[in-house]
T-cell receptor, first 115, second 114 residues
Framework: DADVTQTPRNRITKTGKRIMLECSQT?????MYWYRQDPGLGLRLIYY???????NKGEISDGYSVSRQAQAKFSLSLESAIPNQTALYFC??????????????FGPGTRLTVL | DQQVKQNSPSLSVQEGRISILNCDYT??????FLWYKKYPAEGPTFLIS?????DKNEDGRFTVFLNKSAKHLSLHIVPSQPGDSAVYFC?????????????FGTGTRLTIIP
């Protein structure tokens, strides 16, 4: 079974609709992240959470919100989807270690298309 | 402003030869550099990293070289195998208000030709 799961894997929606992408993990990690990948732009950080009570904006948080319902669950919402939010979305988890970057473990991704 | 750049979107290499993937960065505050590998329909997976205080780190067929003065790193894969065909992302880590953040490059698609 996958350690980091994302639902749905694919979604097509219309402009103005509210949509939620969900991420669940069984790794027991405290830290969770949401990224989006666009062609030619790599992965960009949307939001991250270091524990259930901690939510932080990433570099491209406008138009998005998140909810950390439990240690294992981190949801990303698009309140009113727009076409330029069409992208591949990844959830990731990590656990802090000694002073070296956390290794991040990624889910399989959600391909979102906004028409 | 792209702080981490991978200028080659794609690379094709014969099986058994060396694959060299390049990455340039602009931020002197980056203190760790990482490579992630991504297969289609899967999330990226961690491959290898290097601290900014080192110039080389090796793990099996994979070696990462860091040239701080040139703000350049490269990933060498020797020998290249068909299973190495994937997209490779370079990433750099820096502390941002006490929190560690990764900045990713745009990726290089490596194709190993049998």
């Amino acid at each position: 079974d996958a350690d980091v799961t994302q639902t749905p894997r694919n979604r097509i929606t219309k402009t103005g609709k509210r949509i939620m992408l969900e991420c669940s993990q069984t790794k027991g990690h405290d830290r969770m992240y949401w990224y989006r990948q666009d062609p030619g732009l790599g992965l960009r950080l949307i939001y991250y959470s270091f524990d259930v009570k901690d939510i932080n904006k990433g570099e491209i948080s406008d138009g998005y919100s998140v909810s950390r319902q439990a240690q294992a669950k981190f949801s990303l919402s698009l309140e009113s989807a727009i076409p330029n939010q069409t992208a591949l979305y990844f959830c990731a988890t990590s656990v802090p270690g000694p002073r070296s970057p956390d290794t991040q473990y990624f889910g399989p991704g959600t391909r979102l298309t906004v028409l | 402003d792209q702080q981490v750049k991978q200028n080659s979107p794609s690379l094709s290499v014969q099986e058994g030869r060396i694959s060299i993937l390049n990455c340039d960065y602009t931020n002197s505050m980056f203190d760790y550099f990482l490579w992630y590998k991504k297969y289609p329909a899967e999330g990226p997976t961690f491959l290898i990293s290097i601290s900014s205080i080192k110039d080389k780190n090796e793990d099996g067929r994979f070696t990462v070289f860091l040239n701080k003065s040139a703000k350049h790193l490269s990933l060498h894969i020797v020998p290249s195998q068909p299973g190495d065909s994937a997209v490779y992302f370079c990433a750099a880590s820096a502390l941002d208000f006490g929190n560690e953040k990764l900045t990713f490059g745009t990726g290089t698609r490596l194709t190993i030709i049998p």
